[in-house]
Antibody
Framework: EVQLVESGGGLVQPGRSLRLSCAAS????????MHWVRQAPGKGLEWVSG????????GYADSVKGRFTISRDNAKNSLYLQMNSLRTEDMALYYC?????????????????WGRGALLTVSS | QSVLTQPPSASGTPGQRVTISCSGS????????VYWYQQLPGTAPKLLIY???QRPSGVPDRFSGSISGTSSSLAISGLRSEDEADYYC???????????FGGGTKLTVL
């Protein structure tokens, strides 16, 4: 079955760090770019970061640039998001999403498969 | 404030045709494809329309997308109760170098 499964969410204090993981299965992971998209409680969708198939091209939303780091391990079919200096406004459901193509930018950037999400709560 | 602008709500009765608009600018919709996502209550988003007017396999032809200038629309014909969901438009933004979303439209089937 083609699927993405996020893990690593939880409760963390402001200023602390957390790493999310996304396990991919059912497709050739290293053929595709991957993204993280978040949704704050009761709010809309916000793109967080994207990474190309070979990690050669990476992008971040301005809201997380310098604090979050996206990475992938193609041997483990896994995507990661290292989140540092967390703020209350980072609190959201974080979705792992597969791109249609190999590059996170360009014509095939769009998300054609989503995971169920990992919930991050930031509170003291 | 979202980069793309959608009405917060829309409604219709079963069998009706409804449209949801998405307004952007020259750096996003004006120069790139538009994508539409459906988010049913309590679930992850699902790709509904890609490249402005293409449907992935499995999406009924009741759903259609169009684009004109810096705006796009999603039309749903033959409205059904199971269409009740949040709908989001998205596009690549050349100025921001990343994808941007609309704020979402909550569709209610009366």
């Amino acid at each position: 079955e083609v699927q993405l499964v996020e893990s690593g969410g939880g409760l963390v204090q402001p200023g602390r760090s957390l790493r999310l993981s996304c396990a991919a299965s059912g497709f050739t992971f290293d053929d595709y770019a991957m993204h993280w998209v978040r949704q704050a409680p009761g709010k809309g969708l916000e793109w967080v970061s994207g990474i190309s198939w070979n990690s050669g091209s990476i992008g971040y939303a301005d809201s997380v640039k310098g604090r979050f780091t996206i990475s992938r391990d193609n041997a483990k079919n896994s995507l990661y998001l290292q989140m540092n200096s967390l703020r209350t406004e980072d609190m959201a459901l974080y979705y792992c999403a597969k791109a249609s193509g190999s590059w996170y930018l360009g014509g095939d950037w769009y998300f054609d498969l989503w995971g169920r999400g990992a919930l991050l709560t930031v509170s003291s | 404030q979202s980069v793309l602008t959608q009405p917060p709500s829309a409604s219709g009765t079963p069998g009706q045709r409804v449209t949801i608009s998405c307004s952007g600018s020259s750096s996003n919709i004006g120069s790139n494809y538009v994508y539409w996502y459906q988010q049913l209550p309590g679930t992850a988003p699902k790709l509904l329309i890609y490249r402005s007017n293409q449907r992935p396999s499995g999406v009924p032809d009741r759903f259609s997308g169009s684009i004109s200038g810096t705006s796009s629309s999603l039309a749903i014909s033959g409205l059904r109760s199971e269409d009740e969901a949040d709908y989001y438009c998205a596009a690549w933004d050349d100025s921001l170098s990343g994808p941007v979303f609309g704020g979402g439209t909550k569709l209610t089937v009366l």
